[in-house]
């Protein structure tokens, strides 16, 4: 049976940065995934430019059950540590907006540059692997559907449950609970939002169209833009505020953010009476969410004939509409996995079971999600380096 010192599953984002970051260190370092390539969620990532971290990196931009586990990794391999490997390897990125970085060209670099990294720091990466089992006597053993491995110390790299399509699997789960790790509750997040009954006959005739709002749900707010869809809701405000909505909730829509909808229609009133809602609206709305709304929610009648109270009311709605959803388009669409691997079983330092020695998790198997924006790759830089770091 081969030896390692140290067997990673899972070639992914963490999982390239932990045996990259443990070969340097002169770690004997057996890297093993089962689809027939390396990083296959990164190539496909920001629609295949890669939002590759977030400048504005912060342990508040994670969900998670302990919000100060994410402080430690965060700090030790920061969003400027992987700018400056970026920038080492000669790959050209951009700020999009809110800090988020993205490849000028394709993500394709940026799996290359971890790639490099790998081979220079001498990692035996076999894709088409298959892991079948882990078991720990003295040390581990590792099956697989190509023979066993050893080693001292196992890192689950494998991800959480979305896009099952590409290879996610519930492995890391799987094994982390076999060895006594607890889970937390886990739900597709950072996912577009379904709708039925009157919600969705006034989302699905507007599907391609976009609209900037402040999304709000369980005290968080997010201002971006959003997208109709023939199912419901998307779009960066959406995709954000799923990862804070449970069955049940209510989200409100501000569809006028930062201006005032009340004084605005009160002031077009006297400056453009003879002016119908829908042309008026069509002024800070999209036309045809302006139009879907007359048709469905308000009377399209020449300003001058509304009184205060009703555009009153309007812009009531326009501030605060507050939708449903019915659930969510599920982890077939979902970016990433809310919850996973309870972090109270983890050191913050080194990502290593506190009562499994050897045995480490990181990136999104972990409790740990971040924002839309570049923050769950950071997440699976900085916890895969921690783990490099001590494995
Ligand atoms: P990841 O899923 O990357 O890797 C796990 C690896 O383990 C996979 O290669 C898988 O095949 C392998 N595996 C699974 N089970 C196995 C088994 N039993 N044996 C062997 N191997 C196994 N984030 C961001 O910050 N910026 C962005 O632009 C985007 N964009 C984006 C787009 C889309 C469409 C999705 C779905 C997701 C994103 N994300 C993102 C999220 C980001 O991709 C995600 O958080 C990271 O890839 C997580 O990295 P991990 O290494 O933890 O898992």
């Not at 394709?106 to 088409?128: F, K, P, W």
């Not at 001292?152 to 979305?162: D, I, K, N, R």
């Not at 399209?300 to 555009?311: F, Q, V």
Request: with cysteine; aromatic share 8%.
């Amino acid at each position: 049976m081969d030896q390692f010192d140290v067997v990673i599953i899972g070639a992914g984002a963490a999982g390239l940065m932990c045996a990259l970051t443990a070969g340097a260190r002169g770690r004997r370092v057996l890297l093993l995934e089962h689809a027939a390539q390396a990083g296959a969620k990164i190539l496909i990532s920001g629609g295949g430019r890669c939002n590759f971290t977030n400048r504005d990196t912060a342990p508040d931009r994670f969900f998670s059950g302990n919000p100060h586990f994410c402080k430690s990794a965060l700090k030790r391999y920061t969003q400027h540590d992987f700018i400056a490997l970026v920038q080492r390897h000669g790959i050209a990125y951009h700020e999009k907006t809110l800090g988020q970085l993205f490849c000028d060209g394709s993500a394709r670099a940026i799996v290359a540059m971890l790639l490099a990294e790998c081979a220079a720091a001498g990692v035996d990466l076999r894709v088409g692997h298959r892991v079948i089992d882990i078991t720990k006597a003295d040390r581990f053993r590792v099956e697989t559907d190509h023979g066993d491995f050893a080693a001292g110390a196992v890192v689950l790299a494998t991800g959480g449950l979305s896009i099952p399509k590409m290879g996610a699997t519930g492995f890391a789960h799987d094994m982390a609970a076999r060895f006594g790790l607890k889970l937390t509750e886990t739900r597709p997040a950072l996912v577009p939002l379904t709708f039925t009954g009157e919600d969705l006959a006034v989302m699905q005739p507007l599907s391609g169209v976009a609209v900037d709002v402040q999304a709000r749900c369980d005290r968080r707010a997010f201002r971006e833009s959003m997208l109709f869809t023939h199912r419901g809701l998307s779009g960066p405000a959406v995709l954000q505020i799923s990862s804070c909505w449970h069955e049940g909730k209510s989200i409100t829509l501000d569809m006028t953010p930062g201006s005032d909808a009340a004084a605005f229609l009160l002031e077009r009133k006297r400056t453009r009476p003879n002016a119908e809602l829908k042309t008026i609206l069509g002024e800070i709305l999209p036309q045809r969410l302006a139009q879907k709304l007359v048709e469905t929610r308000f009377v399209n009648r020449p300003i001058n004939a509304m009184r205060d109270k009703e555009l009153a009311a309007i812009a009531g709605f326009l501030k605060a509409w507050q939708v449903v959803p019915s659930g969510t388009e599920g982890y077939a669409k979902a970016e990433v996995t809310l919850g996973g691997v309870d972090t109270a079983g983890l050191s913050s330092r080194t990502m290593q079971a506190g009562d499994v020695p050897g045995l480490y998790v990181i990136g999104e198997a972990v409790d740990v999600t971040g924002w839309l924006g570049g923050y769950n790759f950071q997440w699976a830089w900085s916890s895969g380096w921690s783990a490099g770091q001590a494995v």
